[in-house]
């Protein structure tokens, strides 16, 4: 077997060490991991916007789990959904987090929508096969809306707007009339009249995600595009599905590079001399250091199962209150730190078990590494760790923000 073809004649994930823990839609998702596979290694390294590869998500049927069943959505729960992300990105982060962000974008719409924008929107979303962008950085203040007369007005620049770009339509954020602290969400047509989004984006990781930057000039917004008011702790629930997101990016990519790894090891990497073993799997400190990685990955899936349960359960519920909101948020924070951690441990570490050869930019190996480090630095994780040691001695419990 050539290198060259490596990543792309193996299953998808080895079911002994990954089984699919999605008990819906399997066969789909499997279907459209294996067409991801085909050319992740060449995709990646070209980066850009891989708008094939978006259409083969589309066609799949799976952009509609999030949307309940009255619009006609699949309403598929979140731990289901979390899991089918984190089995896409063990294959191609890049997708999965577009995959991802569709979802989140759902969510935004049920939590801010009033009945009448849920199911203008959402109906839309299914019967027109739309596939949603973001520009709503949090962070990024350029962007403003004014009134004018009877409609709104958008002007200025939002960055780090994944999957925007061939989007149909977007979740916007801006203050309204200046002040920070009247922040609404927006939905809006990606053609509408002042709308530019640009082809601008070049992380070393999460090479195509579309995360460039949309500029605003002049956009009109009708009364109608506004969602809100939030402010409810139930609302800001958004900002934990947007977290766990993240885990499960986190998690895919630790997941393919242990899969990618493991065989590797097994197919092509030779005995040490000194190991005095004829195979690479049998030596002594390989397996030690397989044994280490395999903790620090089990010890992150059992934290984010767990996040993603109590998110749901919060989900559920049509009042939540600011302590059970904050519980979730907890326990997400667990998921975000261990995983981030056991992600860049993994995708760093499974180098010394392969050996030199692995190197080579054909097998495409450094991409789990490279997209987990531009991932992790997406809020500091020191504050998630803050956060549960003022919850462990003071008892204070986190108040929302739209970093968790």
Not at 94 to 119: D, K, P, W
Not at 147 to 158: A, C, I, Q, S, V
Not at 159 to 175: K, W
Not at 252 to 261: V, Y
Request: proline share 4%; aromatic share 10%.
């Amino acid at each position: 077997m050539t290198g060259q073809n490596f990543a792309g004649l193996h299953p998808v994930l080895e079911p002994r060490l990954f089984p699919k823990d999605f008990t819906d839609r399997s066969e789909r998702v499997e279907k459209l991991a294996r067409k991801l596979a085909a050319n992740v290694v060449q995709r990646e390294r070209q980066g850009g916007s891989a708008l094939a590869e978006r259409q083969l998500i589309r066609d799949s049927g799976l952009l509609t789990l999030a949307v309940p069943q009255q619009f006609g959505g699949q309403g598929m729960v979140w731990p289901e959904i979390y899991r089918i992300v984190r089995f896409l990105a063990a294959v191609d982060s890049s997708l999965a987090h577009l995959f991802a962000f569709q979802h989140l974008q759902v969510a935004t719409i049920l939590l801010y929508g009033n009945a009448e924008q849920q199911r203008i929107w959402l109906s839309r979303t299914v019967h027109e096969h739309w596939f949603w962008g973001n520009a709503t950085n949090g962070r990024d203040n350029r962007l403003k809306l004014k009134r004018r007369d009877e409609h709104y007005e958008l002007n200025g620049n939002k960055s780090f707007c994944s999957g925007a770009l061939g989007a149909d339509a977007l979740v916007v954020s801006a203050p309204r009339n200046h002040n920070p602290n009247d922040r609404v969400f927006i939905v809006l047509p990606s053609q509408r009249e002042g709308i530019a989004v640009n082809d601008d984006w070049d992380g070393f990781g999460q090479r195509q995600t579309d995360s460039g930057t949309v500029q605003f000039e002049n956009v009109f917004v009708d009364s109608s595009e506004l969602l809100g008011p939030g402010g409810s702790p139930r609302s800001t629930l958004r900002a934990c599905l947007a977290q766990l997101v993240l885990v499960q990016l986190y998690l895919g990519n630790a997941q393919g590079a242990l899969d990618a790894a493991q065989r590797y090891t097994r197919e092509q990497s030779r005995a040490w001399p000194a190991s005095g073993v004829a195979l690479a799997t049998e030596d002594q400190f390989v397996q030690q250091r397989y044994g280490e990685l395999w903790l620090h990955y089990r010890s992150a899936y059992l934290l984010a199962e767990h996040a993603a349960q109590r998110l749901q359960a919060a989900w559920e519920k049509p009042v939540l209150t600011l302590n059970e909101r904050a519980e979730v948020a907890l326990a997400i924070s667990e998921a975000k730190v261990v995983s981030a951690r056991a992600a860049l441990e993994i995708t760093s570490k499974i180098f010394e078990n392969m050996g030199a050869s692995a190197t080579s930019s054909r097998y495409g190996f450094d991409r789990f590494w490279r997209n987990v480090r531009v991932h992790t630095l997406h809020d500091p994780l020191d504050y998630k760790v803050r956060d549960l040691g003022n919850w462990l001695v003071t008892g204070k419990l986190p108040e929302p923000s739209p970093y968790g």
